[in-house]
């Protein structure tokens, strides 16, 4: 059994990227930071570009994609998405370099392996071109990532119900929303089935979702205007607590940071 690790680059509006591999090597979720941030990261971990065999794009919103470009035309890096939001990266003016011999497609809910990793997906609402969800299996563990759920669904929910280790969003408090500075529309927009997810949705799914065996979740994407880090985790707290999980005790839960690169995480 290898020592598979988890290591978030950058998780929020300001661009978004995550590592899950080996010390040796592995994959990319999203590219929505710079090159020089994503390569300093993995330098610090003992990787480079020539170790990471895949980027899997979630959407194609520029602070998932904003990186793209360079890393599979200059560095030979497979970037894997639909049909759909390889469009939509083609489209998107944020990407200067344009994708062309590193675009590799999938079908949603046709499983694909990528060393050793085991890909399913499966669609989330969001107001995107298209978006997808990933469920990885290796080894015996199951690790999923879900950012930018506009809506929660039953395969979400379903596939949550089956995972060890778990990123998913928690953009927003309700309360610190709906009294923020934000326009109507935008908060109209957010709070949409195509939108994003808040930390009270985000709580009761993982309550009446929960596994045993759960060993880390990792919140993500948070809103730098309508929300805090304690909040966010307070409210999953409560949610888990209200069932008699005691979140310290009985698994991790994480609040990933905006900006700044996270701990190395072990996902034994």
């Given amino acids: ?15 978004n990227s995550y590592y899950l591999g080996t010390s040796e090597q592995g994959i990319l ?8 941030t994503i390569r300093s990261s993995l330098r610090q971990m003992g990787l480079d570009f020539a170790q990471i065999m895949g980027i899997l794009i979630t959407h194609d919103h520029a602070d998932h994609i904003r990186a793209v470009g360079t890393l599979g035309e200059r560095f030979h890096i497979p970037i894997y998405a639909t049909r759909l939001i390889h469009e939509g990266i083609d489209r998107n003016y944020g990407v200067t370099e344009k994708l062309r011999g590193s675009k590799r497609f999938y079908e949603k809910g046709e499983p694909f392996q990528l060393g ?33 759920v506009g809506a929660p669904d039953e395969t979400l929910c379903s596939f949550i119900e089956t995972v060890d280790y778990l990123v998913i969003e928690a953009n927003h408090d309700e309360e610190l929303l709906l009294n923020g500075p934000y326009p109507s529309y935008l908060k109209s927009r957010i709070m949409s089935g195509r939108g994003h997810m808040s930390n009270q949705t985000c709580g009761a799914i ?7 065996r759960l060993k880390h979740v990792f919140l993500c994407h948070l809103s ?4 805090e880090p304690d909040i966010a985790y307070n409210t999953i707290k409560k949610c888990y607590a209200d069932i008699g999980v005691d979140v310290e005790k009985d698994f991790e839960l994480t ?14």
């Fill in 1 to 15: 059994m290898s020592n598979y690790i988890f290591r978030s680059f950058g998780s929020g509006s300001s661009g």
């Fill in 255 to 268: 609040v990933l940071d905006r900006t700044t690169p996270s701990a190395i995480f072990p996902l034994n």
């Fill in 29 to 36: 979720i999203d590219a929505g930071i710079s090159t020089r």
């Fill in 206 to 212: 993982l309550a009446e979702h929960y596994n045993k």
């Fill in 116 to 148: 050793d990793f085991k890909v399913n997906t499966f669609t989330i609402a969001h107001d995107s071109t298209d978006c997808v969800a990933y469920v990885i299996d290796f080894d015996d563990r199951r690790f999923m990532i879900a950012t930018d």
């Fill in 224 to 227: 730098q205007e309508n929300n």
